[in-house]
């Protein structure tokens, strides 16, 4: 078996098995194994089939309608998007400080679309797995087969996020599309009716935020041992953090740790995020592969995400999300993807304690929205998305028009922890075995835990390496195309 | 007051004609807006049907889910949608009859659902909605006013 299963030595003369798509995650994956006749695993790759060329679609658009435009990247997370071109387009508009009303209704917004994509990954993606068992009959392992054996949980699943998007709706004006963040601050602000409408149900929702974490940490206590090896890769992380190093999903600085937890930076402004990461490419791939420069692009991969961020943060400012995470964390650095879980649901329970602390607070209800100052020909925006690190970064001219727009998405953030991940499953359960749809779902098991959105992960047109491949009848390679990224 | 009838376009305005159902619903509210105004007709847009549209369809009489379609019929296609287990549900979407079996689940016997699928050409990134969908949008908007309005 080869060591580093990204490129096998005689592709041709292995056995190819395509997982195409990859179920239950956003987009469009693809993943490739090549096996000999022993069945033995010599590569292993996630491909993106689906080319989506955002940044140049927002080229040439005036500034004011990209935090509009981009919530079309994502179905999944497109107040993630609106939040952070925002932000980055603050930067333009000289807004350096927002008003404190601003600031609240952009968090209560975030925190909302944290708490309803969270309540849809675990409840709808990932605990059929979970529940049912990684080698359970597929036509269960879905949904609708959570809703059936357990109707309260899927409830509570959907209750929790309707609640989350009830509060999009009221901070960002509609459930999808919404235009209430603007730059320089907002264009609405949250009435004491509304917050009293929204207080009504926290109540459940933060018991059920609490019976979520439980139900994980049960989970994980019946099958310690698996949980804890199950495609255990180690990489970096890297996350915002906010004023003391606590969890903050909205705003703060760059920290990067390394695979054993030390800090390798900390404190470095959004702006500064080009010194930081770098991003290659590979032939095979059209998604891009960031690493920290400071440990270079063979050792610098790192995870972005809830469990990066419950690992990089100090400490939580909630109380019962706090206390979840030092149980968490109790037993030193977690390179599990299977953590992603448990860091999910308590980031779940610490939105909903956000929330609840925001709704209290009369200044959501102020009548100062927008600030601006000087303007700028550049701006950067980063927020911590549901998956993990999202960076927008704009340059708009004179005439407003933007000249230049950089993206990079949690998932691709991720990527080079994500292959590792799924090819430690493929040497831990599929090397010398019949490959069977159950052991593939083992390698879609891997992937969900990251919650890549694929979809969005892809983009810049034109800039990416390009590989094309002709094979004959036999499998073996006939002609080959290869353009290099820029 | 819930309307009896809820239209739920599904689309993404930035794909083409992927936009048609989101583009169905604003021509809806300009066509139908006495029907909107007077509470008996309510218009929804998404990106993609989710789980938690079932509880969009609570009290409802009538949903209808007016998506794009890709091959079939022209102008467009109405048919009557069950309640079904959708075995394949994948990704972050679902299909209308899982949609309704997640609220036959979870909350009881759904409404009556039709599908409004109306043929779509062209579904690329930035692109609006090619002139072939634009007509069948507007047939399909005609023959939605006589059956529903």
Known sequence: ?486 | MTAPTLVIGVGNPSRGDDALGPAFVDRAAEELRTFVEGGHLELLTDFQLQVEHALDLIGRARVVFVDALVGGDAPFVWRRVEPARDTTVSTHAMSPAAVLDAHRTVLGDPPEAWVLAIRGERFELGEGLSGVAAGNLESALVFFTATCG
């Open chain 1, 1 to 486: 078996m080869s060591s580093s299963l990204e490129k096998a030595s005689a592709p041709a003369q292995l056995r190819r098995i395509v997982i195409e798509p990859v179920s239950r995650v956003e987009g469009h994956g693809k993943v490739t194994i090549l096996l000999d006749d022993q069945r033995r695993v010599h590569q292993v790759r996630l491909h993106i089939v689906e080319f989506r060329g955002f940044e140049r679609f927002i080229q040439g658009r005036p500034y004011w309608e990209v935090p509009v435009m981009v919530q079309r990247l994502c179905g999944i997370c497109p107040v993630s998007h609106h939040l952070a071109a925002s932000k980055a387009l603050d930067g333009v508009v000289g807004a350096r400080t927002l008003t404190p009303t601003a600031e609240k209704v952009r968090r209560l917004m975030h925190y909302g679309q944290i708490l309803q994509s969270h309540a849809l990954h675990f409840f709808h993606l990932a605990s059929p797995d979970l529940l049912f068992g990684f080698d359970s009959d597929p036509a269960r392992r879905n949904v609708v087969g959570v809703l059936a054996a357990h109707p309260d949980l899927a409830r509570q699943g959907i209750l929790l996020r309707k609640f989350g998007q009830e509060i999009i709706c009221v901070t960002a004006g509609k459930r999808v599309h919404g235009t209430g963040s603007v730059p320089g601050g907002v264009n609405k602000s949250v009435s004491r009716a509304e917050r009293d409408e929204l207080r009504r149900p926290l109540g459940d929702v933060l018991g059920w935020a609490e019976g979520a974490v439980q139900l994980v940490t049960d989970l994980y206590e019946r099958d310690r041992a698996r949980w804890d090896r199950f495609g255990a890769a180690r990489a970096g992380f890297l996350s915002l953090v906010g004023q003391g190093g606590a969890l903050d999903l909205y705003d703060g600085v760059l920290r990067a740790r390394d695979q054993d937890g030390n800090i390798l930076f900390d404190g470095v402004a959004p702006e500064q995020y080009q010194e930081r990461i770098k991003e290659n490419v590979r032939s095979w791939s059209y998604m891009k592969f960031p690493f920290l420069a400071a440990l270079g692009p063979e050792a610098g991969s790192y995870k972005v995400g809830p469990l990066a961020r419950l690992q990089n943060c100090d400490f939580i400012d909630t109380p019962r999300a706090e206390a979840a995470r030092q149980r968490f964390v109790a037993g030193g650095i977690i390179h599990a993807p299977l953590a992603y879980h448990r860091a999910r649901l308590i980031e779940l329970l610490h939105a909903a304690e956000v929330i609840e602390r925001l709704l209290a607070d009369d200044d959501l209800s102020g009548d100062r929205l927008v600030t601006s100052g000087p303007r700028a020909s550049s701006g950067v925006g980063i927020l911590e998305a549901p998956r993990g690190t999202l960076i927008h970064h704009y340059d708009v001219a004179a005439n407003d028009l933007v000249t230049m727009c950089n993206l990079i998405v949690s998932t691709t953030h991720n990527n080079g922890a994500m292959h590792e991940a799924i090819r430690e499953v493929a040497r831990q359960e599929l090397d010398g075995r019949e490959p069977t749809e159950g052991l593939l779902n083992h390698i879609e098991v891997a992937i969900r835990a990251f919650d890549p959105c694929l979809s969005c992960a892809t983009h810049a047109l034109g800039k990416m390496a390009l590989f094309v491949e002709v094979l004959d009848a036999g499998g073996a390679p006939v002609a080959q195309l290869s353009r290099s990224g820029s």
